[in-house]
């Protein structure tokens, strides 16, 4: 018995029951359509939590240089003059799994404005320190590249910084304060941050450009730390050995000689956002399974009745030569025609619920064409193992007893 | 020489009950020629429906040998026997067995789905043609509830023709019908066996008897009576013998 006679079988079946057919594939396009939107909720989710994490500064991968041993004594990292504004260039230049780099020097000193002082670090930087710290300004503006060019002495204070040098709550922007004599304008000032996991104060600092440091404050030409940040969390490992090579290349080490250098990223950080991406995932792909579960058995239900149903059916079919694998096919194409037709109504269902989600609940959503692939491809299965034992029930009836059905 | 259709010798066919076993069929012979019109007549419990499931290959004589059309359809599988009944066999059942809501020409196309070598257009036209056959030829596209129960059988009888069987059998064709249009449909039956169709056609109405050529009795699991019809009735006859309906 050919495809096509089969097929056609089968519709007529379905038309012919449409009320039924329809029940039974509302299993399925419920369970499509709900493993569509949970998905598009579910990576919703995940993209918002991937960008508060991101907001941590997770991408962030920092340049120190170190391990120089001098006289069989390993030597502080701050003390090596190795990493200079060369190397900074070089990164900038070739590496591009990066998106933003600058330079750091910092050093620790008094902040003076009138008769208040108060102690705290100065962090000499470009522009794009706030965009790899994600820190944002509460008021005024950062400097530009101009300004880093010129080694204006120019300044932004943090939360704490201005707490105690402004005590009066007046706006610090636009005032000069001084730091270890050196007088600045502050043009800035940092939202609060709090402190971070290890107790430090992080509003408890001042930024200024990384030349008007080095010459007029620390007065040296090589660099603390460069610090950057990459494209993305997952790329982060990546990106390190990228700076790694460029910087080996840079110091001109060759063979199996040691870096003279560092590089880290924020391994903690990435570890806890993919395992939170991955618990996300799970718990989804398992609520998903249970309602595609239930869906199936919508369909095996059905198809059980109908085989019981249609037994009188089935019988003259046998008797005029429908052999057993017909019958067989027969049923096991109205199973998969249910049960693909369901998924194709679930999949716009799902669809147009997600737009809904979207627009009216303001949810977060994203919808992956994985989702719409797996559901469909799940449902189709569904209707083959599900419409099977029906299917061969209805094959494995005796001819004569399903005549004389009533 | 006419050839024998069906051919039965020494046919058993015993069923299990528990511990019991009943001998439905104790050892039958007969032979049907082709064109022959035979009724097979009995009472209930006298083996007639179990003669007549292995007459259309639906079950399996427990010994004995049974062969149609020159074939012996002893140890065949269920899937060659489905060949048999689809190739050799037209089926007419009591209570016409058709597909609901599927209409009368889809209904006839029916066993022809089932034979891979009849292609869709000449499914079609014989389906059309037997339609025509059995005077439904303005009909093909009713479905069986918008049919009366004579029109029904007629959409069965022309579902049993389209394969081309070498016997029609009929299982109490009449028995859902009323006198007159029992008497239609066996005119029918008696126009197609005059073009050399060979029918089958179990019953227990003696009336339906006089219309066949011969006659065939059981009773308890063996043949009484096997007696050729010297006076067949014409069922038209009769038909016309019957009083006038009254004109609403």
Same mark, same amino acid.
């Given at each position: 018995m050919r495809l096509l006679n089969l097929l056609k079988i089968a519709y007529k079946a379905i038309v012919l029951n449409k009320m039924r057919s329809l029940l039974t594939m509302l299993g399925i396009i419920i369970g499509v359509a709900s493993v569509i939107a949970m998905l598009a909720i579910g990576e919703g989710s995940k993209q918002s939590i991937r960008d508060t994490?991101?907001?941590?500064?997770?991408?962030m991968i920092t340049i120190r240089p170190g391990a120089d041993v001098r006289g069989g004594v390993r030597q502080d990292p701050s003390a090596m003059e190795t990493l200079t504004l060369s190397d900074y260039e070089a990164i900038k230049n070739s590496a591009d799994l990066l998106t933003y780099i600058t330079p750091l020097v910092d050093g620790s000193g008094q902040v003076i404005n009138g008769s208040n002082n108060w102690p705290s670090s100065i962090y000499g930087v470009n522009a794009d320190y706030l965009n790899i710290k994600v820190v944002d300004l509460q008021s005024g503006s950062m400097f530009t590249d101009v300004e880093v060019k010129s080694a204006a002495k120019v300044a932004l204070i943090g939360q704490t910084v201005a707490d105690n040098v402004f005590p009066d709550g007046e706006d610090p922007v636009g005032k000069m304060i001084r730091f270890n004599k050196i007088p600045f304008k502050v043009i800035g000032l940092l939202e609060e941050k709090g402190e971070n996991t290890f107790g430090q104060d992080q509003d408890d600092v001042i930024i200024a450009p990384y030349t008007t440091v080095q010459k007029r404050i620390l007065a040296i030409d090589h660099l603390n730390q460069i610090i950057a940040s990459a494209v993305s969390e997952e790329d982060a490992p990546e990106a390190v050995d990228q700076v790694t090579q460029i910087i080996r290349t840079q110091h001109k080490l060759t063979g199996n000689e040691d870096d003279d250098f560092t590089v880290r990223s924020m391994e903690e950080l990435i570890s806890t956002f993919s395992s939170t991406s991955e618990m996300l995932t799970?718990?989804?792909?398992?609520?998903?399974?249970?309602?595609?579960?239930?869906?199936?058995?919508?369909?095996?239900?059905?198809?059980?009745?109908?085989?019981?149903?249609?037994?009188?059916?089935?019988?003259?079919?046998?008797?005029?030569?429908?052999?057993?694998?017909?019958?067989?096919?027969?049923?096991?194409?109205?199973?998969?025609?249910?049960?693909?037709?369901?998924?194709?109504?679930?999949?716009?269902?799902g669809l147009s619920s997600t737009f809904f989600i979207e627009n009216f609940l303001q949810w977060p959503t994203s919808v992956t064409l994985y989702s719409i692939v797996i559901s469909f491809a799940v449902c189709a299965v569904t209707g083959i193992f599900f419409g099977w034992y029906p299917a061969k029930k209805a094959a494995a009836l005796d001819p004569i007893t399903a005549l004389r059905y009533e | 020489m006419t050839k024998e259709t069906i051919k039965i010798q020494e046919l058993r066919r015993d069923f299990t009950m528990g511990t019991e076993t009943v001998h439905a069929l104790k050892g039958i012979s007969f032979s049907i020629q082709e064109g022959e019109f035979v009724t097979i007549m009995g009472s209930s419990g006298s083996g007639k429906s179990t003669l007549l499931n292995i007459l259309g290959c639906l079950d399996q004589p427990t010994s004995g040998s049974y062969e149609i059309d020159g074939l012996k359809v002893k140890d065949l599988s269920r899937n060659e026997l489905a060949t048999i009944r689809n190739e050799k066999i037209g089926f007419i059942f009591q209570s016409y067995n058709l597909l609901a809501r599927t209409s009368a020409i889809e209904n006839v196309e029916l066993?022809?789905?089932?034979?891979?070598?009849?292609?869709?257009?000449?499914?079609?036209?014989?389906?059309?043609?037997?339609?025509?056959?059995? +005077?439904? +030829?303005?009909?093909?596209?009713h479905t069986p509830a918008q049919l009366s129960g004579g029109q029904q059988q007629r959409v069965a009888i022309a579902r049993s023709l389209v394969n081309n069987p070498v016997m029609i059998l009929a299982d109490e064709a009449t028995g859902n019908l009323d006198t007159r249009t029992s008497y239609e449909i066996m005119s029918l039956f008696q126009e197609l066996n005059r073009q050399g169709i060979t029918i089958t056609f179990v019953t227990h109405e003696p009336d339906i008897a006089t219309f066949s050529s011969r006659t065939i009795v059981l009773k308890d699991g063996h043949i009484t009576q096997d007696y050729g019809n010297t006076d067949v009735q014409s069922a038209a006859a009769a038909l016309a013998q019957l009083p006038k309906e009254e004109a609403l």
């Open positions: 994490i991101s907001s941590m500064g997770s991408n799970i718990l989804l792909v398992a609520v998903a399974s249970i309602s595609l579960l239930i869906g199936g058995i919508g369909i095996m239900n059905i198809m059980y009745v109908s085989v019981k149903e249609r037994t009188k059916e089935i019988g003259l079919r046998m008797a005029v030569g429908g052999k057993g694998a017909d019958i067989l096919m027969q049923f096991l194409i109205e199973a998969i025609l249910i049960s693909i037709t369901g998924g194709l109504l679930g999949v716009c269902l | 066993p022809l789905l089932y034979n891979s070598k009849v292609s869709t257009e000449e499914r079609r036209a014989r389906a059309i043609n037997a339609l025509e056959m059995v +005077g439904l +030829g303005e009909r093909l596209h």
